[in-house]
Structures are given as C-alpha cells and as structure tokens.
C-alpha cells in the first residue's frame, strides 16, 4: 500500500463522523444524490476504488423486499437515507433479514430520529474504542463497560463492524504492525462532504 493510500485509509478510519438525522437533507431528492451522500459518507467500507458501496439496484431491490419506503415521486427523504445507511453499514456483518428486525425494532422503541441518531453515535463510539488501542503498546486489552440491556444488541454489532474492517485493515497492510505504524491516535473528528441543494 502507498503512502497516499495509507494516509486515506488513516483519514477515513479514524475520522468517521456520520451525519445526524437533523443534518439529513429537509427535502426530497433523486437517487443520484442518494448515492453521492452514502458514498461520501462510508468511504471508510471501501478496500479498493472499485468498490461500490450502494447502487442504484441495490436501493430497487431494498424497496422490492421493503426494508426501505418506496420513494415518493422519485424522490427520496430522510427516512430513506437514514435507513440506507444503516442498512449499507449493517449488512457487513448480518444478513438483511436481520438488519429489518433489528430496524422495525429499535424505531418501534425510539421512534426513528433516536433510533437513527443513536445508531450513528454507537457505530463512532465502537470504532474509536477499537482504534485507539492501536499504536500505544504492542499489547492491549480491550474492555466495552457499562452496557444496558437495551442497546445490548446495537453494541455488539456496531463492534462487530468495527472489529471487521479493523481486521480487514491488517490483512490488507499485512499485519497489525504495519496498522500501528499509521495509527496515531486522535481525537479529530470530520464530517462528510455534503452538500444538500434544493
């Protein structure tokens, strides 16, 4: 890997800010725009530049199996996008059968602003208790305290993604040494490149 892939890798990683329900566009918009802002903001799940991470018939057949509303006019809202994340991000690690459970789950208890925005701070959370154990020492131990039952299951798999492109990260960099060499802890946060225009 070059040192430009490295210092993205690093970027993207360490610098996951997802957008919060109240950032999502107040408007409906088509699905090229759709994609332009869950690729901006999960360019982190992407091993190679060729990866794609949502296409347009990925989004159809979401619809198709109604894990997402269908769109209204051709346009899609906040509910859409919020759930395409999640779903994006998900179904990394579960099948999306289980990633609709989970989703009418956690709505049906939180209602959709909550249940969105949580998942967003437990999915930054996960990663930055991952990735700032690395580089401090050549051994760590890795605790998660203080978990209630009612986010037991969003904790886990949030961790679980973490744990999975963190893993993917050092067979790609052919080892965790190498990982170390790049992963200065830090406490800098960015968010996605977006722009919302009517």
Same mark, same amino acid.
């Given at each position: 890997?070059? #040192?430009?892939? +490295?210092?993205?890798?690093?970027?993207? %990683?360490?610098?996951?800010?997802?957008?919060?329900?109240?950032?999502?566009? *107040?408007?409906?918009?088509?699905? /090229?725009?759709?994609?332009?802002?869950?690729?901006?903001?999960?360019?982190? +799940?992407?091993? $190679?530049?060729? *990866?794609?991470?949502?296409?347009?018939?990925?989004?159809?057949?979401?619809? !198709?199996?109604?894990?997402?509303?269908? &769109?209204? !006019?051709?346009?899609?809202?906040?509910?859409?996008?919020?759930?395409?994340?999640?779903?994006?991000?998900?179904?990394?690690?579960?099948?999306?059968? /289980?990633?609709?459970?989970?989703?009418?789950?956690?709505?049906?208890?939180?209602?959709? #602003?909550?249940?969105?925005? $949580?998942?967003? *701070?437990?999915?930054?959370?996960?990663?930055?208790? +991952?990735? /700032?154990?690395?580089?401090?020492?050549?051994?760590?131990?890795? %605790?998660? *305290?203080?978990?209630?039952?009612?986010?037991?299951?969003? !904790?886990?798999? $949030?961790?679980?993604?973490?744990?999975?492109?963190? $893993?993917?990260?050092?067979?790609?960099?052919?080892?965790?040494?190498?990982?170390?060499?790049?992963?200065? &802890?830090? /406490?800098?946060?960015?968010?996605?490149?977006?722009?919302? #225009? !009517?």
């Amino acid at each position: 890997m070059e #040192e430009k892939e +490295l210092m993205q890798f690093r970027e993207a %990683t360490f610098r996951i800010k997802l957008l919060r329900w109240e950032e999502l566009p *107040d408007f409906g918009i088509y699905s /090229d725009q759709v994609l332009t802002i869950i690729e901006n903001q999960l360019l982190f +799940l992407q091993q $190679t530049e060729d *990866d794609r991470i949502i296409t347009p018939a990925m989004v159809n057949n979401y619809v !198709k199996y109604r894990l997402i509303e269908r &769109p209204i !006019k051709k346009k899609y809202y906040k509910i859409h996008i919020a759930k395409l994340i999640v779903i994006s991000l998900l179904k990394q690690v579960l099948p999306l059968t /289980d990633i609709e459970k989970g989703m009418a789950l956690q709505t049906a208890l939180k209602g959709n #602003e909550v249940a969105y925005n $949580t998942f967003c *701070d437990e999915v930054e959370q996960s990663f930055q208790r +991952l990735y /700032d154990c690395l580089g401090r020492n050549k051994e760590f131990s890795f %605790t998660v *305290d203080h978990i209630s039952n009612e986010n037991l299951a969003l !904790k886990m798999v $949030t961790l679980s993604l973490a744990s999975k492109l963190l $893993t993917q990260q050092i067979i790609t960099l052919n080892g965790a040494r190498n990982l170390n060499e790049i992963a200065a &802890p830090t /406490d800098v946060t960015v968010k996605g490149e977006n722009s919302f #225009e !009517k």
